[in-house]
């Protein structure tokens, strides 16, 4: 056989079996488990791309009061929001969200809205796996401002 009939063939084949197995409840159900952690890491890769990490005291190692207060001047909540608004990839989010159940969307919007990291004084120590005071702010205002904008977009029948 043509080694290229044979690579179509072998294409052809795996289109076929992916097609079947998208529409099995087993693949709907692992679609669904997945669907909240799509969500929330779209808001901690937002956080992380507008908050810069802090893992030390000093001005140069953490996100500091001033840098809360350059986040709000320059309107970095509002860019958020128009961001994911206009997003193609968060179009597709809203629309893998809404056939969920009710309780099930709150409960992920509820989530979503506290998707922020601990500061070091609930962690009890200072470490990257925490963020200054001011900086779970900047991460809390892009956590409700997508969340936000979510149920806007869900709120609005058809858009997707």
């Not at 969920?100 to 120590?125: C, H, I, K, Y």
């Amino acid at each position: 056989m043509n080694p290229v009939a044979l690579g179509l063939s072998t294409i052809l084949l795996a289109v076929s079996i992916f097609a079947q197995s998208a529409d099995s409840p087993d693949r709907k159900d692992a679609r669904a488990a997945v669907q909240p952690n799509v969500l929330l890491t779209y808001i901690q890769r937002t956080q992380r791309q507008f908050v810069r990490a802090s893992y030390g005291p000093l001005e140069h190692q953490c996100f500091t009061d001033a840098d809360l207060v350059r986040f709000v001047r320059a309107g970095i909540p509002g860019r958020v929001a128009a961001t994911a608004k206009s997003s193609a990839e968060f179009r597709v989010l809203i629309s893998s969200i809404r056939p969920m159940s009710v309780q099930d969307r709150e409960r992920l919007l509820r989530a979503a809205r506290n998707e922020f990291r601990p500061t070091w004084e609930q962690l009890g120590r200072i470490s990257p796996e925490g963020q200054s005071e001011a900086g779970q702010q900047a991460d809390r205002l892009i956590a409700q401002v997508i969340a936000a904008v979510a149920v806007q977009m869900l709120s609005v029948a058809g858009s997707t």
